[in-house]
């Protein structure tokens, strides 16, 4: 005989007079129910439990889950290191031959460069790529 655990809003559709969790024996025609409360009067008041997930440390000696790069995010360029992004120097370089104000000497101008992690690729394990298994 299998037991089933549900609402009783859920099994009849005539409401009981007693708010509570029903348990009902499946055998076709029998129609007997088992009120939880009958059974579990003397633990008062219900309780109710709070749970609190964290997020973990990541391994870094496990093998990444996925192989799209964290560096760039699939992307394949990063922010370009040396001008933030600005595209513009902001200091001058090189004893002067790059000066502040001009386009910079990392990224030419264009504010990205190509990401260290997966050359360019987007993937962990691409074109070039220096992270093998």
Same mark, same amino acid.
């Given at each position: ?7 009783? =809003? ?13 348990? %009902? +024996?499946?055998?076709? #025609? =029998? &129609? ?11 633990? #008062? ?6 749970? %609190?997930?964290?997020?973990? +440390? ?42 502040? #104000? ?9 504010? %990205?460069?190509?990401? &260290?992690?997966?050359? &360019?690729?987007?993937?962990?394990? &691409? ?7």
């Amino acid at each position: 005989m299998a037991n089933s655990l549900c609402f009783a =809003s859920v099994c009849s559709l005539k409401s009981p007079s007693r708010p509570g969790l029903i348990l %009902e +024996d499946s055998v076709a #025609g =029998s &129609g007997r129910f088992l009120r939880v409360n009958k059974y579990f009067q003397n633990s #008062g008041t219900p309780k109710f439990l709070s749970l %609190e997930v964290k997020a973990t +440390d990541s391994n870094q000696s496990t093998k990444p889950n996925s192989i799209v790069c964290a560096d760039c995010d699939g992307n394949g360029a990063v922010l370009c290191s040396q001008c933030k992004g600005s595209g513009v120097n902001s200091v001058d370089h090189f004893n002067g031959q790059f000066k502040a #104000g001009g386009l910079c000497w990392l990224c030419r101008g264009k504010r %990205e460069i190509l990401c &260290g992690n997966c050359n &360019g690729a987007g993937f962990i394990g &691409g074109f070039m790529s220096t992270f093998d298994d």
